[in-house]
């Protein structure tokens, strides 16, 4: 890294922070196409069929059909962009950026991989140092602005599926990032700081021995809240209301075709890596290998993708095993089941934390 | 970067007053918003930043799809204000803003500015609001819960009448 700094004339701090954007946003961007595929292949193998495995690179390497997400984004840029007559055509221009740009941002304050000193530079894996002062209240933040997207591309697109998609879903989301916020709050009481490091350094070493000493083991039914909320803040099925293909045509990107439908799928698939990410960090021991005290930086790498790569499967897996919810459902499940078990869950982990001192 | 912040909450701002679209008013006001917490960075107050866009998105949010649910939002606001409403508003900002400048002027934070000169503020944590809070706010905090309480009563009682 030094010596890379000296041949650029920068700093080697600089040349790291620049290193690390270019991993964190093209890193979560090629995963997020790259799912496209698993997603489509890993339907095909739950419902017994074959999915995409024709696409070749100049016709020849085929590799399972990896080659499609290419093809896909080839062809996305060769359709017609077209903009409906009566729509609100800069509403309808800034909505994919307004999904896409909170999906990337999110994932920055999260650590990757454990911290390492080279040539008396301490280097982080995480593109916000810890000590930011953000936090885990940033990913929160930015989870709030991810709404905008949806609602902008619905309301612009002026149509009648796009906005009973784009209502219902805002509406769900705000309804569950209340729970999720509360489940939170449990962690950050137990690990006694709010800053992803601080949480993770918490869930180091084992419990009695035989478990590792991860969030999931001590409040369970924390996880289970903060795992349905997640599903409910990505669109995803059972909860995916904005798109609701067999109820309201395509939701909220009915009207949208070409590079602005691609950004807004990408867009999701964003959401999804960031949400598995936060839930390997925050529950799961993030880069923390189990049973290993001190873990080499590739191994913790190499550990953290693991898990993140788990739950973005996690994510897959249900959405084309169970069916989606009927709204109303969806409304009770979040202000009368998920809401009163994070509180429960907050109560009770304080009390306990009480009783300890 | 104070400028990029201070120029983005600005025009957000007019944005939203001079929008004859309501919903494009709230998407203004969002990005007002948006600079005030990245000059609540700049202030060294990165918790304050978080809470701004957490609170207030939300709140927004719930605004917006209050306009879309209840107004017809296609058809633009009719009306020009009166001549004598538009005079008078002048002058209360005018009058406004020279108090808010004199008194951020006069304030005892400043002269100690001029004097000792510029130091690096120690970053705001969720800690220290915490420790503040329940220490030497206690009673400011107690009242805020109690207030919200009433407001969420009654908000339940104004909606359910036959409980």
Redesign the interface.
């Known amino acids: 890294m030094d010596k890379l700094a000296s041949l650029l004339h920068t700093s080697p701090a600089i040349a790291w922070m620049v290193a690390k954007l270019v991993i964190v946003f093209a890193g979560v961007f090629s995963l997020a196409a790259v799912w496209t595929w698993v997603e489509r292949r890993g339907s095909a193998m739950i419902q017994d069929r074959i999915g995409p495995n024709r696409a070749a690179l100049f016709g020849k390497i085929k590799i399972i059909g990896l080659a499609q997400p290419l093809a896909d984004g080839i062809k996305f840029f060769f359709k017609e962009d077209l903009v409906p007559h009566d729509a ?1 055509k800069g ?1 309808f221009w800034l909505a994919p950026f307004l999904a896409l740009v909170p999906a990337l941002m999110g994932f920055a304050v999260i650590p990757f991989g454990r911290s390492f000193v080279s040539g008396g530079q301490e280097y982080h894996l995480a593109l916000l140092d810890p ?5 885990l ?2 990913p ?3 989870g ?2 991810a ?2 997207g949806v ?2 591309a619905a ?1 612009s697109s002026n149509n009648k599926w796009s ?1 009973l998609g784009g ?1 219902r879903s ?2 769900a989301m ?1 309804s569950y ?1 209340i729970g999720m ?1 509360l489940a939170v709050v449990a962690l ?1 009481m137990r690990a006694g ?2 800053d992803p490091s601080e949480i993770i350094t918490a869930q180091g070493g084992t419990l009695w021995k035989v478990l590792p000493n991860w969030n999931i083991f001590h409040q369970p039914l924390g996880f289970i809240v903060f795992f349905t909320c997640m599903f409910a803040e990505t669109n995803r099925l059972p909860f995916d209301f904005a798109e609701g293909e067999s109820e309201i045509v395509a939701g909220f990107n009915t009207e949208y075709g070409s590079m602005k439908f691609s950004l807004l799928a990408l867009s999701e698939y964003c959401h999804l890596m960031t949400a598995s990410a936060l839930m390997a960090t925050l529950y799961f021991g993030g880069w923390q290998v189990p049973f290993v005290q001190d873990p080499s930086v590739m191994l913790s790498v190499l550990s953290f993708l693991v898990k993140m790569l788990f739950f973005a499967w996690v994510f897959v897996w249900i959405r084309w095993t169970l069916p989606r919810f009927r709204y109303d459902q969806l409304m009770h499940l979040g202000w009368k089941a998920m809401l009163p078990m994070s509180m429960v869950n907050l109560v009770f982990h304080a009390w306990r934390m009480s009783q300890g001192h | 970067m104070f400028i990029t912040f201070a120029l983005i909450t600005l025009l957000g701002a007019l944005g939203m007053l001079l929008q004859k ?1 309501v ?2 008013a709230g ?1 203004c006001m ?1 990005a007002a918003f948006f600079g005030v917490a990245g000059l609540f960075v700049l202030l ?4 304050a ?3 701004q ?2 609170v207030y ?2 709140a927004i ?2 605004l ?2 209050f306009v ?2 209840m107004l017809n939002s296609h058809e633009e606001e009719a009306g020009a204000a009166r001549p004598v409403q538009r005079w008078l508003s002048l002058a209360l900002i005018a009058v406004l803003a020279f108090a808010a400048v004199k008194l951020v002027l006069a304030s005892a934070g400043l002269n100690a500015l001029a004097v000792k000169g510029a130091e690096m503020p120690q ?5 220290k609001v915490g420790t503040t809070l329940f220490a030497d706010h206690l009673l400011g905090f107690e009242v805020a819960g109690l207030v919200l309480l009433a407001a969420m009563i009654g908000a339940v009682a104004l909606t359910k009448r036959n409980l």
């Open positions: 609100n509403l000590g930011n002062g953000m936090g209240l940033y929160l933040a930015i709030g602005m709404v905008y609602l902008v309301w906005i209502m805002s509406a705000v990032e916020s950050f700081g709010y | 679209n919903v494009v998407l969002v060294a107050n990165p918790v930043a978080a809470l866009i957490i998105t939300g949010m719930v917006v799809l879309i649910m970053a705001m944590t969720l800690q």
